[in-house]
């Protein structure tokens, strides 16, 4: 039976458990809130300290010789990169008269397709007199060089085609001849001859004419793009507004804090490995979670956690009395806490006789503060022995690193542990857990402090070993004593009620 639990446990429990992910960088919203913070704050002075350069912008509409109505943008990002060349930035120096290296002038402008015919380009200068003079630089400079480059490719076509033309007229007038020897009079097989040279006449014409026509369209074609491509957005410079841009950039640093501030408490997370989720913690500590006390974030919330505080009290006063031997409050992570409710629960002891808290924590919760009058005794560890056997101790200690084990046994022979969520890892739950085990103190039940808000997981364990045994000696612990009082009763029963319905009569 125990083996099939055992292996629908671990057949149960998730490779990447994602609810204690998330759970884990919820709690640690202080940290990526900060991040985001200082990504705002540094976009925003990212722009106060490099406010923009002033700017200019143009566009170009650009014609093209061979533009097509499903052309996909092609002809305009071969300008765009024709625009980034050293040849357009030296044209465009030499207008400005300048002596920049055109590398370093090719890095403050930059170009982009707008349409299938239409430049836009934007340009950096020292002000904006000067980048809307770089911008007109610039277009005149790429008109030009667009301009230039179509005349001489449709230039050098229309010379393909003249002499093409040129090379078919001289092939005629060699037909012409042939035609022009031969004698009207003869054989057949002459006049079969004559007829294809009068075919190869007709085709050799046809061409020519093609020809002609074709160079005839190339040079009229060159007019049109040269009358296309022109300014059509004159020079402009672009006005910044710094406080839109300032917005802006501290928009862009705060959405990259958050991702980066998001991103280091989730590495964070798993790498530290600290349990927040109530099932997590129960299951590393081998212990149920009997009570949990919250933080208030909000100032209408004091009165609602007094209220719970009230409850983990009553609680813990309760699991206390319940049991003859001293038990002691063991804290991991919530030292002041601990002491506020080893002294609440004290207060309420103290109603039922005298009640003496033993201070084992290694800081002045206990022992530093001033004791105010009704409040319970406050003694150390080494003053614990001359305590009378009536007077109730309640032991409070600390299970944190560095902690001295073999002490923990004489602040209580059992233990709640008071333990802040997400405050230490799995490997250390269980090494208090192993320690406790050693030591032979038991664990009544854990007191969870800070928990996650949205956990709805349950801290109870159902099938502890401890738990298991420690339940099953008490209910034979109780038919014992309910076995020996009946037997001691009997007799009694026995001697004053008749035996049968015939004595009775």
Same mark, same amino acid.
């Given at each position: 039976?125990?083996?099939?639990?055992?292996?629908?446990?671990?057949?149960?429990?998730?490779?990447?458990?994602?609810?204690?992910?998330?759970?884990?960088?919820?709690?640690?919203?202080?940290?990526?809130?900060?991040?985001?913070?200082?990504?705002?704050?540094? $976009?925003?002075?990212?722009?106060?300290?490099?406010?923009?350069?002033?700017?200019?912008?143009?566009?170009?509409?650009?014609?093209?010789?061979?533009?097509?109505?499903?052309?996909?943008?092609?002809?305009?990002?071969?300008?765009?990169?024709?625009? $980034?060349?050293?040849?357009?930035?030296?044209?465009?120096?030499?207008?400005?008269?300048?002596?920049?290296?055109?590398?370093?002038?090719?890095?403050?402008?930059?170009?982009? $397709?707008?349409?299938?015919?239409?430049?836009?380009?934007?340009?950096?200068?020292?002000?904006?007199?000067?980048? +809307?003079?770089?911008?007109?630089?610039?277009?005149?400079?790429?008109?030009?060089?667009?301009?230039?480059?179509?005349?001489?490719?449709?230039?050098?076509?229309?010379?393909?085609?003249?002499?093409?033309?040129?090379?078919?007229?001289?092939?005629?007038?060699?037909?012409?001849?042939?035609?022009?020897?031969?004698?009207?009079?003869?054989?057949?097989?002459?006049?079969?001859?004559?007829?294809?040279?009068?075919?190869?006449?007709?085709?050799?014409?046809?061409?020519?004419?093609?020809?002609?026509?074709?160079?005839?369209?190339?040079? +009229?074609? /060159?007019?049109?793009?040269?009358?296309?491509?022109?300014?059509?957005?004159?020079?402009?410079?672009?006005?910044?507004?710094?406080?839109?841009?300032?917005?802006?950039?501290?928009?862009?640093?705060?959405?990259?804090?958050?991702?980066?501030?998001?991103?280091?408490?989730?590495?964070?997370?798993?790498?530290?490995?600290?349990?927040?989720?109530?099932?997590?913690?129960?299951?590393?500590?081998?212990?149920?979670?009997?009570?949990?006390?919250?933080?208030?974030?909000?100032?209408?919330?004091?009165?609602?956690?007094?209220? /719970?505080?009230?409850?983990?009290?009553?609680?813990?006063?309760?699991?206390?009395?319940?049991?003859?031997?001293?038990?002691?409050? #063991?804290?991991?992570?919530?030292?002041?806490?601990?002491?506020?409710?080893?002294?609440?629960?004290?207060?309420?002891?103290?109603?039922?006789?005298?009640?003496?808290?033993?201070?084992? #924590?290694?800081?002045?919760?206990?022992?530093?503060?001033?004791?105010?009058?009704?409040?319970?005794?406050? +003694?150390?560890?080494?003053?614990?022995?001359?305590?009378?056997?009536?007077?109730?101790?309640?032991?409070?200690?600390?299970?944190?690193?560095?902690?001295?084990? /073999?002490?923990?046994?004489?602040?209580?022979?059992?233990?709640?542990?008071?333990?802040?969520?997400?405050?230490?890892?799995?490997?250390?739950?269980?090494?208090?857990?192993?320690?406790?085990?050693?030591?032979?103190?038991?664990?009544?039940?854990?007191?969870?402090?800070?928990?996650?808000?949205?956990?709805?997981?349950?801290? /109870?364990?159902?099938?502890?070993?401890?738990?298991?045994?420690?339940?099953?000696?008490?209910?034979?612990?109780?038919?014992?004593?309910?076995?020996?009082?009946?037997?001691?009763?009997?007799?009694?029963?026995?001697?004053?009620?008749?035996?049968?319905?015939?004595?009775?009569?």
């Amino acid at each position: 039976m125990t083996t099939s639990k055992t292996s629908d446990a671990s057949v149960a429990a998730p490779l990447f458990d994602l609810q204690g992910l998330v759970a884990a960088v919820r709690r640690r919203r202080r940290l990526w809130c900060v991040v985001a913070l200082v990504g705002l704050l540094l $976009g925003a002075a990212v722009t106060v300290v490099r406010p923009p350069l002033p700017s200019a912008t143009t566009k170009v509409l650009v014609a093209h010789q061979d533009d097509q109505p499903n052309d996909t943008g092609t002809l305009i990002r071969t300008d765009v990169e024709l625009l $980034g060349t050293t040849r357009i930035a030296t044209e465009a120096l030499k207008t400005l008269k300048s002596a920049e290296n055109p590398e370093d002038f090719m890095q403050e402008y930059r170009g982009a $397709g707008v349409t299938n015919n239409l430049l836009q380009i934007d340009v950096t200068g020292e002000s904006d007199a000067d980048a +809307v003079a770089r911008a007109k630089a610039l277009a005149d400079a790429f008109v030009a060089d667009h301009v230039r480059r179509m005349r001489e490719a449709a230039t050098a076509e229309a010379k393909a085609l003249r002499d093409q033309r040129d090379r078919m007229r001289d092939e005629l007038a060699k037909v012409n001849k042939s035609i022009g020897d031969r004698s009207p009079e003869g054989d057949p097989k002459a006049s079969a001859s004559i007829e294809s040279l009068f075919a190869r006449r007709a085709e050799l014409n046809s061409r020519i004419a093609d020809f002609d026509q074709r160079a005839e369209d190339a040079r +009229v074609g /060159t007019p049109r793009v040269v009358a296309g491509t022109q300014i059509v957005d004159a020079p402009r410079a672009v006005r910044h507004s710094l406080p839109k841009a300032a917005v802006t950039n501290a928009g862009i640093g705060f959405l990259l804090g958050l991702v980066l501030g998001i991103a280091a408490a989730a590495v964070g997370a798993v790498v530290a490995g600290r349990p927040v989720l109530r099932r997590e913690i129960a299951a590393h500590l081998g212990a149920s979670v009997i009570a949990e006390l919250r933080r208030p974030s909000k100032l209408w919330q004091r009165r609602r956690t007094r209220a /719970t505080r009230e409850r983990l009290t009553t609680t813990l006063v309760r699991t206390v009395r319940g049991t003859a031997e001293p038990v002691s409050l #063991l804290e991991l992570g919530c030292a002041r806490s601990t002491s506020l409710i080893a002294k609440d629960v004290a207060r309420e002891l103290a109603a039922e006789g005298r009640v003496v808290i033993v201070d084992g #924590l290694p800081g002045p919760e206990l022992s530093g503060g001033r004791q105010e009058q009704g409040e319970p005794a406050v +003694v150390s560890g080494g003053r614990a022995a001359a305590l009378p056997q009536q007077v109730r101790r309640l032991g409070v200690g600390s299970v944190a690193p560095g902690t001295a084990w /073999t002490d923990l046994q004489y602040l209580g022979s059992q233990t709640v542990l008071v333990v802040r969520a997400g405050h230490g890892s799995a490997t250390w739950l269980h090494t208090v857990a192993r320690q406790l085990s050693d030591q032979r103190i038991p664990v009544i039940g854990v007191v969870l402090i800070d928990p996650d808000p949205r956990d709805r997981t349950d801290g /109870t364990l159902w099938d502890g070993l401890h738990i298991a045994l420690r339940v099953h000696s008490e209910r034979l612990a109780r038919q014992d004593e309910m076995g020996r009082s009946r037997k001691e009763r009997q007799p009694i029963w026995a001697a004053g009620v008749p035996d049968n319905d015939q004595e009775a009569r």
